[in-house]
């Protein structure tokens, strides 16, 4: 059974930062795209960053361009997210996920076909 597990988030001032872990298991996705997405309440899930599958290309979403980063582990079937320069608009659930399908990074939800329960980042103004 394929799982992502999403960890470190919480509550953090604006201007802060957090680093956010997505530990996979059940198979391993050294070969396959993943990426980070978000949704607020009362809104869509939105995209946030995405990675190929060696690292060598990155994507990010606009809102976030300059201050967050990806980053993975194949060693360790790991994507990480470093969020700094929080701010308020940030806070929203985190949600890690993974393509079985394509190798490049990609910004569609329907790209992934495995995804993590979701984490809550919460930024305080």
């Known amino acids: 059974q394929v799982q992502l597990v999403e960890s470190g988030g919480g509550l953090v001032q604006a201007g802060g930062s957090l680093r956010l872990s997505c530990a996979a298991s059940g198979r391993t996705f050294s070969n396959n795209a993943m990426g980070w997405f978000r949704q607020a309440p009362g809104k869509e899930r939105e995209f946030v960053s995405t990675?190929?599958?060696?690292?060598?290309?990155?994507y990010y979403a606009d809102s976030v361009k300059g201050r967050f980063t990806i980053s993975r582990d194949n060693a360790k079937n790991t994507v990480y997210l470093q969020m700094n320069s929080l701010r308020p608009e940030d806070t929203a659930v985190y949600y890690c996920a993974a393509s079985s399908r394509y190798y490049w990074s990609d910004e569609r939800l329907d790209a992934y076909d495995y995804w993590g329960q979701g984490i809550q980042v919460t930024v305080s103004s």
């Open positions: 990675i190929s599958w060696n690292g060598g290309s990155t």
